[in-house]
């Protein structure tokens, strides 16, 4: 059997518990959606293959641009964990609406996991996630996939959310600062194209998705959101986010 990982992790946390659920499975072939000019568009799987899944929730739901890439691949049969990640808030459709394209692509759903990583914005919530502990469940997870996957017809998840799903939710842009320093490195990783190469200091507002990349790998820390704002926002889902989330497999 082949193994692949498919994530679309902008800042880092996504790719962490890919990598944790994976860590006992065989040369893990891994395929970028958050590449700026993803290649994915010519790849095809067959039935041979296990695939792993696994993408952020924004505000409950995946991004819209991870899901036109992954629909861009050819499944062909193959097995697949879809993965959602969260920042200790909700994952509410995200599973749902990765299960759908994941079929819709062609790929055989076989099982499911939420997980819980740092949240992108707001970092006093799931600091740290995932962390040690989190590392060994996932793991768990990822050897108990493996043996569903051996079985000769894996049955279906009963996976959690709602069709129709939640309505996307205006994210926050970030800013250049006067600290930027036009290096570019943004505009370069930007998963939207939405930092021009020629004036990186500027942000078009119509394809930023919010995935905030650019303000985690900014050398001169110099882009950030509205401060005011992400303390409102922090203080709104303080209630939902104080009890600790664990991560969940749906097999």
Known sequence: ???????????????????????SWEEVNTVDLSNPVPAATDISFD????????????????????????ARLKGNGAKCVIVAV??????????????????????????????VAEHSIIHEYATGRPDADDCKK???FGKQILEKAAARQPSKPSVPGNRPYRKAESGLVPKAGSGCTSCGLCAQKCPAGAIPTSTPETTDKSKCISCMRCVSICPAHARKVNSLIVSMAAAAIKKACSVKKENELFL
Do not use: C, H, W
């Open 47 to 70: 039935s041979n293959s296990l695939v792993l899944i696994a993408m952020p929730s924004f505000g409950g739901v995946a991004p819209q641009l991870a899901l036109d890439r992954l």
């Open 86 to 115: 969260y920042g200790n808030r909700a994952y509410e459709d995200t599973l749902v609406q990765m299960e759908d394209e994941a079929q819709n692509a062609g790929f055989q759903v076989i099982a499911a996991i939420s997980a």
């Open 138 to 140: 996932l793991a768990e």
């Open 1 to 23: 059997m082949k193994y692949y990982q498919i994530v679309f992790s902008p800042t880092g946390g996504t790719q962490r518990v890919s990598e944790a659920i994976t860590q």
